[in-house]
């Protein structure tokens, strides 16, 4: 079993930048690949970026590329994003999911979702 806690979330300007974290325990983390997903209100879930085990790999939706990258750091079983210049349609709660499957986590199937943190983005 794994356990995800994200953190960092919270209010900031356009064009701003923000990161947010998540911790993973239990399980071996650097077994799993990672992700971010992150939901609007009245909207469904949507994929934003996702990391390889290593790290090496990584993906982003359209959406936020060139502005957000996903990160690891396996001894700290943490991984992160950071955005940047930050638009108000950004604004969401934010989960991370882990999955030893790839696959798995840019369906949005993971096995294993934290709770999530609210990214409030002010215009």
């Known amino acids: 079993q794994v356990q995800l806690v994200e953190s960092g979330g919270g209010l900031v300007q356009t064009g701003g930048s923000l990161r947010v974290s998540c911790a993973a325990s239990g399980g071996t983390f650097r077994s799993y690949a990672m992700g971010w997903f992150r939901q609007a209100p009245g909207k469904e879930r949507e994929f934003v970026a996702a990391?390889?085990?290593?790290?090496?790999?990584?993906s982003y939706s359209d959406s936020v590329k060139g502005r957000f990258t996903i990160s690891r750091d396996n001894a700290k079983k943490t991984v992160y994003l950071q955005m940047n210049s930050l638009k108000a349609e950004d604004t969401a709660v934010y989960y991370c999911a882990a999955d030893v499957d790839p696959v798995r986590i840019g369906s949005g199937k993971a096995g294993y979702w934290g709770q999530g943190t609210q990214v409030t983005v002010s215009s």
């Open positions: 990391i390889s085990w290593s790290g090496g790999n990584t």
